[in-house]
């Protein structure tokens, strides 16, 4: 072989090099795309973080009576939204020991804030963390005993519900 063919092999051979790597740095650009997209669909789609008034985890703690007509229970509960949009928290359906509870009612007042309105449903802001009463109200006969655990199935903007332990002490 003359110099002239190998100066052409070497060329041909440089630039599949070059291209094999620009499209290596595509396709490793293209992976790092994805996992960024799935993170933030992840963030999105977190589910909010529950706790006690005082920080504890979850059961929340719901021991405060009163009576009127009905048993109000209630507890001090914390929400954190760890989603990068705001979240919605509607309360589906209570279980006690494994078993539909009959209550008449779920709703939350902001803790802490005048005026202490009835929310059925809470919106919690992007990244945030607001307190609020937790309030359960059932007819006497069906009220919870102390010492009962629950969980309390929430809906939200998400497609799917998530549940909350809660233990009436």
């Not at 804030?113 to 802001?125: A, C, E, F, S, W």
């Not at 109200?137 to 909350?164: H, I, M, W, Y």
Request: hydrophobic content about 35%; some cysteine; proline content about 5%.
């Amino acid at each position: 072989m003359n110099a002239q063919s190998l100066g052409t092999i070497a060329s041909l051979c440089i630039s599949v090099f070059a291209v094999w790597i620009a499209l290596n740095e595509s396709r490793q650009n293209r992976r790092r795309e994805l996992k960024a997209e799935t993170e933030r669909r992840n963030k999105a789609q977190a589910i909010p973080t529950f706790s006690n008034a005082d920080g504890n985890p979850e059961p929340l703690l719901i021991g405060g009576r009163q009576f009127t007509t009905l048993f109000n229970i209630y507890g001090n509960v914390q929400i954190q939204n760890n989603s990068d949009r705001p979240i919605t928290l509607i309360p589906l359906r209570l279980m006690i020991e494994q078993a539909d509870s009959f209550y008449s009612g779920c709703y939350c007042t902001l803790k802490d804030r005048i005026p202490h309105g009835r929310l059925d449903n809470v919106t919690i802001k992007a990244n945030e963390v607001e307190s609020y009463e937790l309030h359960f109200l059932f007819q006497p006969a069906v009220a919870p005993q102390q010492n009962k655990e629950g969980e309390l199935f929430k809906s939200t903007n998400r497609d799917d519900p998530f549940c909350v332990k809660v233990l009436f002490t």
